[in-house]
C-alpha cells in the first residue's frame, strides 16, 4: 500500500567544515518535524561518522533517517550515497577513507568538522581533511555503492561548479543511476529544458542545507515504504511509486 512521504534527501551536520555548528542532532530532527518531513537523509562531505547520532535523535519520533554521505569524485562530481542501514554507510565510510588522500583539516581555512557520538555528544574534532576529492571515479562509486545496496543520486547537477553536467558535460548514458537532484536555483520544468537529458531521470529536490533555516526543499516521494528500494523505484516512475517536486511529477520518462 502506497503513501505520500516529504523527505529531504541532503542535509549536512557540524561534521561538514562548512556547515554551521547549529546542525546538531536534536535541532535537525526538530526542523525535520516543524516542516512535517518523513524522511531526511544525513549526507556529510566524504564522511558518515555522525549519522549514528542523528538516527538515534530521531528513534521516538516517526521520521526516517536514511544514512548517507555526499561524496567527492575525483572529477569533482558530488554524488549523493544513500543507504537503509548503518552498518551499509559503516561499510562505505571505510572505503572511502581509504580512498581519500591523507591530508590533514586546516581549520582555519576550511572550518572545523565536530564529531558527535551516537548519543549526540561532542566527542572531538575530526583532523583529516573532508573537504577534498576521494580517488574514486564517478563510476566507481555508482558501483560499490550498488554493490552495498545503496542508491547514488548525482548531487545539485544544475550547478556550475561540483556537478556531473558542469564537470564532465553530460550525464554518461551508461551509468547506473535513475535519479538526479535539481538545486534550489531551478524547478523541474526549467532544469529540463536546460538539461534536455534529464527527461531521462527522476529528480529530487533537496535543501542542501549547511543552516537550520536552508532545510526549504523538499521532495515528494509515493512508496510502500522509506526505503532505498523504494526510492530507486519512485525515481523511475514504476510499479506505482512517484516523485514529485513542486507539484509536478518528476519520475524518469521512459522513451
Ligand atoms: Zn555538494
Ligand atoms: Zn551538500
Known amino acids: 500500500m502506497s503513501r505520500f512521504f516529504l523527505a529531504d534527501l541532503h542535509i549536512h551536520t557540524c561534521l561538514s567544515p562548512c556547515a554551521e555548528l547549529e546542525m546538531l542532532p536534536e535541532l535537525i530532527v526538530a526542523r525535520a518535524q516543524e516542516l512535517g518531513l518523513q524522511i531526511i537523509a544525513v549526507t556529510d562531505h566524504n564522511s558518515a561518522e555522525n549519522v549514528a547520532a542523528v538516527v ?6 516517526s521520521i526516517t533517517v536514511l544514512p548517507g554521505m555526499e561524496v567527492q569524485t575525483r572529477e ?3 554524488l549523493l550515497t544513500l543507504f537503509d542501514t548503518l552498518e551499509q554507510v559503516a561499510s562505505w565510510q571505510a572505503q572511502v577513507y581509504a580512498n581519500l588522500p591523507p591530508l590533514k583539516n586546516d581549520e582555519a581555512l576550511f572550518g572545523e568538522q565536530l564529531i558527535l557520538d551516537a548519543n549526540g555528544e561532542p566527542a572531538g574534532y575530526l583532523d583529516r581533511l573532508l573537504l577534498t576529492s576521494t580517488f574514486f571515479s564517478v563510476e566507481d562509486v555508482v558501483q560499490r555503492v550498488r554493490d552495498l545496496g545503496g542508491l547514488c543520486i548525482p548531487a545539485h547537477v544544475d550547478r556550475p561548479m561540483y556537478s556531473i553536467i558542469a564537470n564532465l558535460g553530460f550525464i554518461p548514458p551508461e551509468l547506473d543511476v535513475v ?8 524547478g523541474p520544468i526549467e532544469a529540463r529544458e536546460r538539461f534536455p537529458q534529464l527527461v531521462h531521470y527522476g529528480l529530487v529536490a533537496d535543501g542542501d ?3 537550520l533555516r536552508e532545510m526549504m526543499r ?9 526505503t532505498v528500494a523504494e526510492l530507486s523505484l ?19 520518462t521512459v522513451c
Open 179 to 186: 535519479g538526479v537532484e535539481i538545486s534550489a536555483n531551478i
Open 76 to 78: 569533482e562530481v558530488h
Open 209 to 211: 542545507a549547511h543552516r
Open 56 to 61: 538515534n535523535a530521531a528513534r521516538d519520533t
Open 218 to 226: 523538499r521532495t515528494t516521494l509515493k512508496m510502500e515504504a522509506p
Open 234 to 252: 519512485a525515481l523511475a516512475g514504476a510499479e506505482g511509486r512517484e516523485v514529485w517536486v513542486d507539484g509536478l511529477r518528476s519520475g524518469a
